[in-house]
Structures are given as C-alpha cells and as structure tokens.
C-alpha cells in the first residue's frame, strides 16, 4: 500500500483527512502498529478518539486492524488524550492509541501511541512505517472487541484528590474539544462556580482554534474572566493535553510562569526534587526552582521525551510553553490539562493571595511569545545547525534542542520544530532595549542561514 511517510512525524502519525488518511490507510496503519504491540508482547489495546468528525470512522478502521494482527480492543469511545493514559497506568491495558489531531486544524487528525507506560516517539514511530514498507505486517486469529466507560472513574479519581480550601469561580473554554465535557463536572463537584465557554463537543471547532497558546484562541476567555468576575480562566486544546489559563485581571499565563506556581506549592513536600522545563523556558523558572531548592533542568521540547526525562531523573514535576503541564506529585507523569486545572484550582482555593498577584515578587523580564519562521524539513536543522556556528563564537549556548545562546542581558532561541516546517524563536532580556537588540542579532544570524542555505 502506498503511505506517505511524512506522516509519522516525531511524536505521533498525523495527516490530512482523506488524502493521507483514507479509511483502507487507517485500516493498514492499525495492522502495523498491533504488529509492533505484539512484537513487544503487547496484546490488550485501549483506543480513544476525539471529536473530530473523521474519528469515528476512524476509530473502526483502526481496531479493525489491530485487531487483524491478533490484538485484543478496548474501546474507550470518545474521550480526551488524557484519558486514554489514564487508561494505560491506571487500569493496566497494555498498549493503547490515542486517534486525535490535537491542536490542528479540523483537516487533521492522527494517532498517539503508547506501548506499556512508554510514549512512542522518533525511532519507534518511524519502525511502524518500516513494518509496513517492509510488509512484515502480522495476520493472525482476530481479536476481540469490548466497551469501557472510563469517564466516571476518571473524574471520581481526580476530585477524590483534590481538597479546595473555598470556593472560586472560573471560566471554562474548551475550544469545542474532548475537554469540557468531561472537565465541568469535576470542577461542579469540587465546588467551584463554573461558566462554561463552547463546551459542547464539536469537531469542526466553529468559534476559534483549539490551541491555548494563540492569543486570538484564548480572545473569549479573556473577555468572559473579566466580564463574569471570575478568579481563573482555564482553557484546553482539541485533546485536552494542553492547558491556557488567564489570571483575575484578563492576563494570559504562558506554560512556564504556570510551573512556578506549582513548583512553589510542590517543593515545600518535596524538597531537592527535579523539576524539568524546555528551551523555551524563561530563565526566572529556572532561577525560582533553585531558589526553593528544587533541582532545575533545562530539557528539549516534546512532550514524549519530557516524559521519558521524568522517568530517568525521577523528577517531581515538568511542563512545557505549550501548555502541557506533567505531575508526578499525586499523579502518574503524564500531561493532563484537566488534572492540572483541577491542581491549579486548589492551588489558589488555599489561599486568599489572587492569582494576578503571584508573580509580583519575581524579577522583571521582557520576553516574546514563539515566532515562527517557514522553513522546510530538508533545511530547517541546517538552518540552525549554521545560526549556532555564528552565535558560539560570540556566546555561551545551550544547544540540547536548537541553539539557546546565552547573552549578557538575556538569550535567544533558535529551534527547528520537529513537528511543522518552521523554524522557532524566542527571546527574553532584562529591558526593552536589550530584547529588541537580542532579536535583531539572532534574527540577522537566521536570515544570513536563510539566505545561505534556502527556506
């Protein structure tokens, strides 16, 4: 069968509905994959879909081929990605895939895969294409197919945990994903007073993008925070792995400002632990976990290898820009943006300090959001592989992921995303003045690479 195999990306299989992946495509895609399960002595697999209109059918096409290559089903029905680990650790299936276009356009969608506790990611992704290429698919006594309803015990799960102090009013936007559905209630048993925001499910997504980390995604929770009164709003992507949330005054609060607060409350029962951020990352995350003697680590972006991190540096805590916030505190080490907003919610009914003053103390910065330059996948780590010979001859870098060059009065990032063909860059300095020359000296290095090599 012919497949593109530009669809098995970095951290997950993702392309576009009915050109890339046809049903007879998906079908195929399931065989490959229960044949590596099997490979690994997996056999029960767990199978969620989001709400995406080709997911369903999907979702049949899929079990049908895992089953094919021997594979036992579990299907969870429609459900956040996060269920679907949940799934995986708490209910012990021994395989699961997770059928989502996460934050991406409605013309997407794909699959996220885990083998035991293990995300698939890079090299294993890429043997699920080579199991098809090579036809070493396996064909063998059909599976069986069974029903699990796992939203219930999600939700006891999650409110048996946490122990809100007073009661809050927050704002709920889950973009028309997976997320409010099974969200609202949770936060209505803890006790919150909750306004709900395009919650129905609806998988053309009609009033904004799914991704809490566009500012023009994240315009009606704003508005709605400040017209309601409301201590916090919370927003999720298409999947509910990502979480946005807004302050009591309308700020957006990026995915790192996000772990100082859970590693101030985390680090008081769990002190000298590990805590992991991304490249990304603003440097007073970094400075703040050393001073409340945690163990700060500085970590490539994606959220597979943060996981795999956490299991290696046994650490407390980890999230990326992105919005995927991962407890291993309480939970299990998988991103949960309902678990985090859950978390988030106790975190600030334990005190009477509003959540737009938690950072006043904190050293003052000016930073960018993520720019996003087009580069293709031929040359994009080219790119930053000669942004990185200029920049090391004038600075100290960091280049575990892309270029992080360290300068005086600040740094710059340069990234090639392993997910889109974009180049990504960030910058943060101590001034105004220091942040514009930061960029205009590490953009110049981008654009002579640029002109060098090609986009």
Same mark, same amino acid.
């Given at each position: 069968?012919?497949?593109?195999?530009?669809?098995?990306?970095?951290?997950?299989?993702?392309?576009?509905?009915?050109?890339?992946?046809?049903?007879?495509?998906?079908?195929?895609?399931?065989?490959?994959?229960?044949?590596?399960?099997?490979?690994?002595?997996?056999?029960?697999?767990?199978?969620?879909?989001?709400?995406?209109?080709?997911?369903?059918?999907?979702?049949?096409?899929?079990?049908?081929?895992?089953?094919?290559?021997?594979?036992?089903?579990?299907?969870?029905?429609?459900?956040?990605?996060?269920?679907?680990?949940?799934?995986?650790?708490?209910?012990?299936?021994?395989?699961?895939?997770?059928?989502?276009?996460?934050?991406?356009?409605?013309?997407?969608?794909?699959?996220?895969?885990?083998?035991?506790?293990?995300?698939?990611?890079?090299?294993?992704?890429?043997?699920?294409?080579?199991?098809?290429?090579?036809?070493?698919?396996?064909?063998?006594?059909?599976?069986?197919?069974?029903?699990?309803?796992?939203?219930? *015990?999600?939700? &006891?799960?999650? /409110? =048996?945990?946490?122990?809100?102090?007073? $009661?809050?009013? #927050? +704002?709920? @936007?889950? !973009?028309?994903?997976?997320?409010?559905?099974?969200?609202?209630?949770?936060?209505?048993?803890?006790?919150?007073?909750?306004?709900?925001?395009?919650?129905?499910?609806?998988?053309?997504?009609?009033?904004?993008?799914?991704?809490?980390?566009?500012?023009?995604?994240?315009?009606?929770?704003?508005?709605?925070?400040?017209? *309601?009164?409301? &201590?916090?709003? /919370? =927003?999720?992507?298409?999947?509910?792995? $990502?979480?946005? #949330? +807004?302050? @009591?005054? !309308?700020?957006?609060?990026?995915?790192?400002?996000?772990?100082?607060?859970?590693?101030?409350?985390?680090?008081?029962?769990?002190?000298?632990?590990?805590?992991?951020?991304?490249?990304?990352?603003?440097?007073?995350?970094?400075?703040?976990?050393?001073?409340?003697?945690?163990?700060?680590?500085?970590?490539?972006?994606?959220?597979?290898?943060?996981?795999?991190?956490?299991?290696?540096?046994?650490?407390?805590?980890?999230?990326?820009?992105?919005?995927?916030?991962?407890?291993?505190?309480?939970?299990?080490?998988?991103?949960?943006?309902?678990?985090?907003?859950?978390?988030?919610?106790?975190?600030?009914?334990?005190?009477?300090?509003?959540?737009?003053?938690?950072?006043?103390?904190?050293?003052?910065?000016?930073?960018?959001?993520?720019?996003?330059?087009?580069?293709?996948?031929?040359?994009?780590?080219?790119?930053?592989?000669?942004?990185?010979?200029?920049?090391?001859?004038?600075?100290?870098?960091?280049?575990?992921?892309?270029?992080?060059?360290?300068?005086?009065?600040?740094?710059?990032?340069?990234?090639?995303?392993?997910?889109?063909?974009?180049?990504?860059?960030?910058?943060?300095?101590?001034?105004?003045?220091?942040?514009?020359?930061?960029?205009?000296?590490?953009?110049?290095?981008?654009?002579?690479?640029?002109?060098?090599?090609?986009?």
């Amino acid at each position: 069968m012919e497949i593109n195999p530009n669809i098995f990306r970095e951290y997950d299989i993702r392309g576009i509905v009915d050109k890339d992946l046809a049903p007879d495509v998906v079908r195929t895609l399931g065989q490959a994959m229960g044949t590596y399960f099997r490979e690994h002595g997996r056999r029960l697999v767990a199978v969620g879909r989001d709400c995406r209109l080709s997911s369903p059918s999907y979702g049949l096409a899929l079990s049908a081929g895992l089953r094919a290559a021997g594979c036992d089903t579990v299907d969870l029905g429609t459900v956040p990605t996060p269920l679907l680990y949940f799934a995986i650790f708490y209910k012990n299936y021994e395989a699961g895939v997770m059928i989502t276009g996460s934050h991406n356009p409605p013309e997407y969608n794909g699959f996220k895969m885990m083998s035991g506790h293990d995300t698939l990611f890079g090299e294993t992704i890429q043997e699920i294409y080579r199991i098809i290429r090579d036809g070493r698919i396996l064909s063998d006594k059909e599976g069986t197919a069974s029903d699990y309803s796992l939203i219930p *015990e999600y939700q &006891d799960y999650v /409110v =048996a945990g946490i122990k809100p102090r007073r $009661r809050l009013k #927050v +704002v709920i @936007d889950a !973009g028309n994903g997976t997320g409010g559905v099974v969200a609202v209630p949770i936060f209505k048993r803890l006790g919150a007073g909750v306004v709900e925001l395009f919650c129905e499910m609806d998988g053309r997504f009609p009033n904004h993008h799914p991704d809490p980390t566009l500012p023009e995604a994240m315009e009606a929770l704003v508005k709605t925070v400040l017209a *309601e009164h409301a &201590d916090v709003g /919370v =927003a999720y992507d298409g999947d509910a792995d $990502r979480i946005g #949330v +807004v302050d @009591d005054q !309308g700020h957006l609060i990026w995915g790192d400002q996000l772990l100082i607060f859970f590693a101030r409350d985390i680090l008081k029962t769990n002190p000298g632990r590990a805590i992991i951020s991304e490249v990304k990352a603003t440097k007073v995350l970094y400075d703040e976990i050393a001073r409340l003697g945690g163990r700060p680590i500085m970590y490539r972006t994606g959220h597979s290898l943060i996981k795999k991190k956490i299991k290696e540096e046994n650490a407390v805590l980890a999230g990326e820009m992105s919005g995927h916030i991962f407890f291993a505190d309480r939970w299990f080490g998988f991103d949960d943006a309902i678990y985090s907003s859950a978390r988030l919610y106790e975190l600030l009914a334990g005190t009477d300090v509003k959540l737009s003053t938690m950072l006043a103390g904190l050293p003052k910065t000016f930073s960018t959001p993520e720019i996003r330059i087009y580069a293709s996948d031929e040359v994009k780590f080219k790119i930053v592989d000669e942004v990185k010979a200029e920049l090391s001859r004038k600075y100290p870098v960091i280049d575990i992921d892309g270029v992080r060059a360290i300068m005086p009065k600040g740094w710059g990032l340069v990234r090639a995303s392993n997910t889109q063909a974009v180049l990504v860059l960030r910058f943060e300095a101590e001034t105004e003045a220091d942040l514009e020359a930061i960029q205009k000296e590490v953009k110049g290095a981008v654009e002579r690479a640029i002109k060098k090599l090609g986009k």
